[in-house]
T-cell receptor
Framework: AQTVTQSQPEMSVQEAETVTLSCTYD???????LFWYKQPPSRQMILVIR??????QNATENRFSVNFQKAAKSFSLKISDSQLGDTAMYFC???????????FGTGTRLKVLA | GAGVSQSPSNKVTEKGKDVELRCDPI?????LYWYRQRLGQGLEFLIY????????KSGLPSDRFSAERTGESVSTLTIQRTQQEDSAVYLC???????????????FGPGTRLTVL
């Protein structure tokens, strides 16, 4: 069975600093996608970044980037120049290619401090 | 509308009562998903619609849960004889439903927080 593990329940970072959120996953599939979602207090899940497992290059989206270590089954999220609006729950998730079911981790609550 | 909407935003009900939760997906999106999020947890898949059909109901936790979709648009999740363990946020998402579903971004609504007393 696929699993996604986020071992940091809570983290905090000073505004403008950089923070890294950890995620490990386990899957026997060869084709899959990995995701980071942000859930602010409004509850709406927002896609932050997505990585196709067959791509060796790490995905980046503006201040957000990932460190994808396929052999180690690790998929961490780096947030640079943290902003107060980054305060939210962050969920790591996996999905097998050709399917539609996310496997979510339990989340990391990130607080950006002014 | 511009995004996925859900109603009500919050629902408080008594144990044993039935509740209906509504989801309005993005116009033109044929794929629609329901998820449950218990306190402090990630999302659990409940059901997937392609058009008005539900090819995958595998996530529905019991026969008290059912869902339907009409006009390839609005979907309703119904929970009968609610129990306290049903308390959670219920999230709906939609996607274009074409090609590789894993590649198509799912757009989420703000969810309905259900509290069963």
């Amino acid at each position: 069975a696929q699993t996604v593990t986020q071992s940091q329940p809570e983290m905090s970072v000073q505004e403008a600093e950089t923070v890294t959120l950890s995620c490990t996953y386990d899957t026997s599939e060869s084709n899959y996608y990995l995701f980071w979602y942000k859930q602010p207090p409004s509850r709406q899940m927002i896609l932050v970044i997505r990585q196709e497992a067959y791509k060796q290059q790490n995905a980046t989206e503006n201040r957000f980037s990932v460190n994808f270590q396929k052999a180690a089954k690790s998929f961490s999220l780096k947030i640079s120049d943290s902003q107060l609006g980054d305060t939210a729950m962050y969920f790591c998730a996996s999905m097998t290619s050709g399917t539609y079911k996310y496997i979510f981790g339990t989340g990391t609550r990130l607080k950006v401090l002014a | 509308g511009a995004g996925v909407s859900q109603s009500p935003s919050n629902k408080v009900t008594e144990k044993g009562k039935d509740v209906e939760l509504r989801c309005d997906p993005i116009s033109g999106h044929t794929a629609l998903y329901w998820y449950r999020q218990r306190l402090g947890q990630g999302l659990e898949f409940l059901i997937y619609f392609q058009g008005n059909s539900a090819p995958d109901k595998s996530g529905l936790p019991s026969d008290r849960f059912s869902a339907e979709r009409t006009g390839e648009s609005v979907s309703t999740l119904t929970i009968q004889r609610t129990q306290q363990e049903d308390s959670a946020v219920y999230l709906c998402a939609s996607s274009s439903g074409t090609g590789n579903l894993a590649y198509n971004e799912q757009f989420f609504g703000p969810g309905t927080r259900l509290t069963v007393l």
